[in-house]
């Protein structure tokens, strides 16, 4: 099982342009989830999926898009990137359920210029 | 709303040592707690998790975690800490209403020394 798997590793965007961040689970996991990480700021939710077809909000949604392809992709868009999207973008899935943890990708370095 | 703290930015300790990793929490009602780590260039690993029972949690690793709900706290502490457990290390909370949002810490830089 190679878990969950996130393209491109890196990107470098100019401001205004826009670009899709893939995310793809082997896991059979109802759940997906979008987090950026920033430094001393630990990891804040953009989007989730509960369950295909599905999807809501986190904590900083804004300046981004989100679609649940099937049960294993889960897409995130920046329309017109702007620099302060420049971050660690990770990807997340869980069987579902509050109880269950989350098992990460390894992560998309964005630098928006 | 849901938060967490994890007070101490860097904890440094010698191989050998024992460490400890200081996490409280803010949520209405019961919570479920979580620990995770991130080492360098990777993602994040499930450590451990408290939902329910006993207050001493064992995880990977030989790190474990007890819950004290009159602190809030969800300490992480591994008896003996090695060099190959430097790493950043979260702390994260989730409610018990229909929220599926998990609240992360800012996280703790581990440096454990030979």
């Known amino acids: 099982n190679a878990g969950v798997t996130q393209t491109p590793k890196f990107q470098v965007l100019k401001t205004g342009q826009s670009m899709t961040l893939q995310c793809a689970q082997d896991m059979n996991h109802n759940s997906m989830y979008w987090y950026r990480q920033d430094p001393g700021m630990g990891l804040r939710l953009i989007y989730y999926s509960a369950s295909e077809g599905t999807t809501d909000k986190g904590e900083v949604p804004n300046g981004y898009n989100v679609s649940r392809l099937n049960k294993r992709e889960f897409s995130l868009r920046l329309e017109s990137a702007a620099p302060s999207q420049t971050s660690v973008y990770f990807c997340a899935s869980s069987e579902g359920g509050k109880v269950n943890e989350q098992f990460f990708g390894p992560g998309t370095r964005l630098t928006v210029l | 709303a849901q938060s967490v703290a994890q007070p101490e930015d860097q904890v440094n300790v010698a191989e050998g040592n024992p460490l400890t990793v200081?996490?409280?929490?803010?949520?209405?009602?019961?919570?479920?707690?979580?620990?995770?780590?991130?080492?360098?260039?990777?993602?994040?690993?499930?450590?451990?998790?408290?939902?329910?029972?006993?207050?001493?949690?064992?995880?990977?690793?030989?790190?474990?975690?007890?819950?004290?709900?009159?602190?809030?706290?969800?300490?992480?502490?591994?008896?003996?800490?090695?060099?190959?457990?430097?790493?950043?290390?979260?702390?994260?909370?989730?409610?018990?209403?229909?929220d599926y949002k998990l609240s992360f810490g800012a996280g703790t830089t581990v440096t454990v020394r030979a």
């Open chain 2, 22 to 98: 200081k996490c409280t929490y803010s949520v209405s009602g019961n919570p479920y707690l979580f620990w995770y780590v991130q080492y360098p260039n990777r993602g994040l690993q499930f450590l451990l998790k408290y939902i329910t029972g006993d207050n001493l949690v064992k995880g990977s690793y030989g790190f474990e975690a007890e819950f004290n709900k009159s602190q809030t706290s969800f300490h992480l502490k591994k008896p003996s800490a090695l060099v190959s457990d430097s790493a950043l290390y979260f702390c994260a909370v989730r409610g018990r209403s229909n």
